[in-house]
């Protein structure tokens, strides 16, 4: 019998507020309450992170998504006009066919991990030489392993920085 | 020590409720937003086998799934404030120009 022990407390609590916060996001009229929700879920995400000691996403986490990306959606969502949406109806025609293929799509992923989850309960052992910490364990990874990754996504950051002012400009000549 | 299999579940729940969202909003804000919950959804599972595996590899993994994230919002938003100066609204079933 499986006892319970505070890491899963914790991981009970944070899966259900992500779930929740994350089905908030999708069903509230304004999307000002979706950002915020949306917000709580970035922030349960990262403590997830946080039991999985993965301590450099953690904080990549709250600093890029939730003080860049959501601060850029709060923007926008002031920029733009919301008035006459939210009076609208929130949900398209085909909400009930949508509904039933993404629970179908569930039905077999989680039919999946349920075949597999055997094999997930043998522990790989640990590798002999592990004293690095986190950080430094990816520095290694992203300027040594993965170093042209890292210079391509540079260079996608530049074309969606340029791409993102060329189209959100007032006037294009 | 909680098994990997228990953040695969969390990672396809919180896939479906992005998926859900996508395919039902009518706001292309939140339909946006849903985008951002399903990369999540997808941070977790490569995080989780991450540690499973005792590899740094599906952290780095991540880092980059956050950055394609980043330049999906800039654009997606520039986007959006070009749709919105042009044809006054956010619903995704009304911009249906392309559609005969």
Redesign the interface.
């Known amino acids: 019998m499986m006892e319970i022990n505070l890491?899963?407390i914790a991981?009970f609590a944070l899966?259900a507020l992500?779930?929740i916060s994350?089905?908030m996001?999708?069903t509230r009229r304004n999307?000002i309450h979706?950002?915020i929700w949306?917000i709580i879920?970035?922030f349960s995400?990262a403590g997830?992170?946080l039991?999985?000691?993965?301590e450099?996403?953690f904080a990549?986490?709250i600093i890029?998504?939730v003080g860049?990306?959501m601060v850029?959606?709060l923007f926008?969502?002031m920029?733009?006009?919301?008035d006459?949406?939210a009076k609208?109806?929130?949900?398209?025609?085909?909400?009930f066919v949508?509904?039933v293929?993404?629970?179908v799509?569930?039905a077999e992923?989680?039919y999946g991990?349920y075949l597999?989850?055997r094999g997930?309960?043998i522990?790989?052992p640990?590798?002999a030489a592990?004293a690095t910490n986190?950080t430094q364990?990816?520095a290694?990874?992203?300027y040594q392993?993965?170093m042209l990754?890292v210079e391509i996504?540079s260079l996608?950051?530049l074309?969606?920085?340029v791409?993102?002012?060329?189209?959100?400009k007032?006037k294009f000549e | 020590?909680?098994?990997?299999?228990?953040?695969?579940?969390?990672g396809?729940?919180?896939?479906?409720?992005?998926?859900?969202?996508v395919?039902?909003?009518?706001?292309v804000?939140?339909i946006?937003?849903?985008i951002?919950?399903i990369l999540?959804a997808v941070?977790?599972n490569l995080?989780?086998f991450?540690?499973?595996?005792?590899s740094?590899?599906g952290?780095?993994f991540?880092?980059?799934v956050?950055?394609?994230?980043?330049?999906?919002?800039?654009?997606g938003?520039?986007?959006?404030?070009?749709l919105?100066?042009n044809k006054e609204?956010?619903?995704?079933?009304e911009i249906d120009l392309l559609k005969w």
Request: no cysteine; aromatic share 10%.
């Open positions: 890491p899963q991981f899966s992500a779930l994350a089905i996001v999708i999307a979706s950002a949306l879920t970035l995400v997830v992170f039991m999985l000691h993965a450099f996403l990549v986490q890029l998504y860049g990306i850029l959606f926008v969502i920029l733009v006009n919301l006459v949406a609208q109806s929130q949900f398209s025609r085909q909400w949508a509904v293929t993404a629970l799509l569930t992923l989680v991990i597999d989850h997930f309960l522990i790989p640990p590798p592990a986190n364990a990816i290694v990874g992203l392993t993965y990754p996504a996608l950051l074309v969606a920085m791409g993102a002012v060329v189209m959100a007032r | 020590m909680i098994p990997v299999h228990w953040y695969l579940y969390l396809a729940g919180l896939f479906t409720i992005g998926v859900i969202g395919l039902t909003r009518r706001n804000i939140v946006l937003m849903s951002e919950l999540n941070n977790i995080v989780a991450s540690q499973y595996f005792h740094t590899n952290q780095v991540a880092i980059f956050i950055t394609d994230a980043a330049a999906e919002a800039a654009v938003l520039g986007l959006i404030i070009a919105f100066r609204t956010v619903n995704a079933d």
